[in-house]
């Protein structure tokens, strides 16, 4: 499977933005769909999770701002922000991971799509 992440941007603090993540195939059997970031000078972080059953986490720093979901129909993943800090600018990157009884079918990440938030 291949990932296309998009919908990064400028924006100013207290802002929004919708960031999409599309998949060259179904998304209905991949177990985890995330999203995660990185800042620069700083290690990648999870952002969100979305499971199969659609149980969410979220990092404590997003909470009640941001929510993750997906519309199999599309083969697509979101991430909406809402309320945006400047401390959110970062590249963001969609994963996805796929296990099975055999094991492990795939773990990808997209090609990370950038988030600036002014200030």
């Known amino acids: 499977v291949q990932l296309q992440a998009s919908g990064g941007g400028l924006v100013q603090a207290g802002g929004s933005l919708r960031l999409s993540c599309t998949a060259s195939?179904?998304?209905?059997?991949?177990?985890?769909m995330a999203w995660y970031r990185q800042a620069p000078g700083q290690q990648r972080e999870l952002v969100a999770r979305?499971?199969?059953?659609?149980?969410?986490n979220y990092a404590d720093s997003v909470k009640g701002r941001f929510r993750i979901f997906k519309d199999p129909a599309e083969n697509t993943l979101y991430l909406q922000m809402n309320l945006l800090k400047p401390e959110d600018t970062a590249v963001y990157y969609c994963?996805?991971?796929?296990?099975?009884?055999?094991?492990?079918?795939?773990?990808?990440w997209g090609q990370g799509t950038q988030v600036t938030v002014s200030s």
């Open positions: 195939e179904s998304i209905a059997a991949i177990n985890v």
């Open positions: 979305i499971g199969s059953s659609r149980a969410t």
């Open positions: 994963n996805a991971y796929r296990v099975t009884a055999s094991g492990p079918v795939y773990d990808v």
